[in-house]
């Protein structure tokens, strides 16, 4: 289970720590072993601030964080640890996939790190995570800059999933890329969702997105969760004032394209 409990941050601003903003404030919510959840909200209220402290990469003013009853700590002893059972997909594939590695030592990175795989093996296993992704195993020889930003994902997602996390943090993973790669990609990860059996907390801007990959959506504003729906279907299923905002507004958007 991943547990996010009355988590608070603040920023201050500028070198010399002028006034606080308050990023978040008091956070809370559970996922459940394979479950799903999309987190929305406008740009800015502080949903990757979130996703940073969900993986240690910061420390909280607040609150607490545990994943399967490891506490989370922004200490790098204990990101060993924390990253066998939460595994991060951003936006930015370079931010993984290293552009003077190929594919292959890419891929492999966390098996090698988190698990004993010979050498004879990892031909294999690299093959069988592309496969994964449906994509063809002559990329192996590649370099990041080779792929299309589509492959690129699929790799981070084949890499995230190499050592079967409890949970995926996936934040804007698939902003960026073109409506028939994210189609692909998106039923690709559904089938990976019914098939591998981990959790995500499925950051996105994407209305539909969110509620295609995720039952429970969970939305923020200015730095709170006001409103979450365990069982989302359509824009019918919120009732806070501000969630029906942003789905007006994304359908709005959509009318004027
Ligand atoms: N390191 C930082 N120092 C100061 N302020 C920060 C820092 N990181 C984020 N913020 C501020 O925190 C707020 C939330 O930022 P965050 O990136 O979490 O938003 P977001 O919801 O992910 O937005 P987007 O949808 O555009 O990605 C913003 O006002 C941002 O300026
Ligand atoms: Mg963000």
Not at 190 to 210: E, N, P, Y
Request: with cysteine; charged share 20%.
């Amino acid at each position: 289970m991943l547990k996010v409990e009355g988590v608070s941050k603040s920023y201050g601003s500028g070198l010399w720590g002028g006034p606080r903003s308050q990023v978040l404030n008091n956070i809370t919510f559970t996922l459940e072993q394979g479950e799903w959840a999309a987190l929305i909200g406008e740009s800015g209220c502080g949903k990757s601030t979130l996703a940073r402290l969900i993986l240690g990469l910061e420390e909280r003013d607040g609150g607490k964080i545990t994943c399967s009853g490891l506490a989370v700590a922004n200490k790098p002893r204990h990101r060993k640890a924390l990253y066998r059972l939460l595994q991060p997909v951003f936006q930015n594939s370079a931010g993984c996939l290293n552009p003077r590695m190929r594919i292959k030592e890419c891929l492999l990175e966390p098996l090698r790190n988190f698990e004993s795989i010979g050498a004879g093996a990892e031909q294999k296993e690299a093959e069988k995570l592309l496969a994964m992704v449906e994509l063809p195993p002559h990329i192996l020889r590649h370099y990041p800059h080779e792929l299309s930003g589509g492959q690129q994902r699929r790799v981070c997602i084949a890499r995230a999933l190499s050592i079967k996390p409890r949970f995926l943090i996936m934040d804007e993973a698939l902003a960026g890329i073109d409506a028939t790669i994210t189609g692909s990609i998106l039923m690709l990860l559904k089938a990976l969702q019914r098939d591998v059996g981990c959790g995500c907390l499925f950051i996105t801007h994407d209305l539909g997105m969110a509620l295609y990959m995720a039952p429970k959506i969970l939305v923020m504003r200015g730095g709170q969760i006001v409103e979450t729906v365990p069982i989302a279907r359509s824009a019918g299923d919120f009732v806070h004032p501000y969630s029906k905002q942003l789905f007006r507004s994304s359908t709005l958007s959509c009318l004027k394209k």
